[in-house]
């Protein structure tokens, strides 16, 4: 929804000055958003290192593109179903009958530990330890769009003043005064306006999302190791359930999860 939440923001925008009786081609004004493209980048730039560069171009497209390999409501079904056959035939069964397995390498990490290791608390510390290096990586890109937000209004500013000092040095032609102040002021309006349309929406979005994921790891956790417990039916949707939003939830009575509960 990020590109669709811009797209209207924008709309928005442009639509009131048009009934205001304003023209929102005065707004465009290639000097200025140069400055506050390219500072605004260019500021945040300085504070990462080299390498952290590819791990922003990566959170810029995942907030665009927003693409889940699988969701939390699906990988609790499917874990209720192969969680039965796992208690007569072995976990090994897991690597055959969980989707996740196949396309998730954390859920392929979590099923490989279980297999191999019968100490719960060995399969807990392995896998924290990648939700906590997967938000140290998160935070890298939250961090390089939340500075772009906060220098993107600063940047605007420092273009309006030289816009000012520019205008200010000379004041021989009044009838131009108006337009070049209007002018000047273009750098303060993109900067205030990327910082709260794209940069800090971008950052909230990638806040959002890495939560989503810490969700849909813990529940990975919680639900193999209580498949490794031998939990199955309804013991195991009241430890997995917690873990999931009121509409993933289903209602028990439906589906492949109340043949479970019934056999």
Known sequence: MTPVGVVVALASI????????????????????????GGTFGVSMAGVNKHDLRPVRGAFRTALKNK???????????LMKVAKEARTVGLLALES????????????????????????????????????GMRARHRVGIKFF??????????GILGTVIGLVRVLGDLSSPATLGPAIASA???TLWGVMTANIFWIPISNKLKRLSDDEVRRK????????????????????DRLDPFLAPRERSEPGKGSSAEESAA
């Open 218 to 237: 813990e529940l990975v956790i919680e639900g193999l190791l209580a498949v490794q417990e031998g939990l199955t039916g309804p013991q195991l949707r």
């Open 185 to 187: 002021f273009t750098a």
């Open 146 to 155: 939340q500075d772009m937000g906060g220098f993107a209004p600063t940047i």
């Open 97 to 132: 009958g969980l989707p996740e397995a196949k396309i998730d390498p954390f859920v392929r990490s979590g099923v490989e530990l279980i297999t191999t290791t019968s100490d719960p608390e060995r399969v807990r510390n392995v896998l924290d330890a990648e939700i906590v």
């Open 68 to 78: 889940v390999s699988w969701h939390a409501g699906d990988f609790n079904e499917h």
């Open 14 to 37: 442009f639509m009131a000055m048009i009934m205001d009786h304003g023209k929102p081609m005065t707004i465009v004004s290639i000097p200025s958003m140069i400055l506050v493209f």
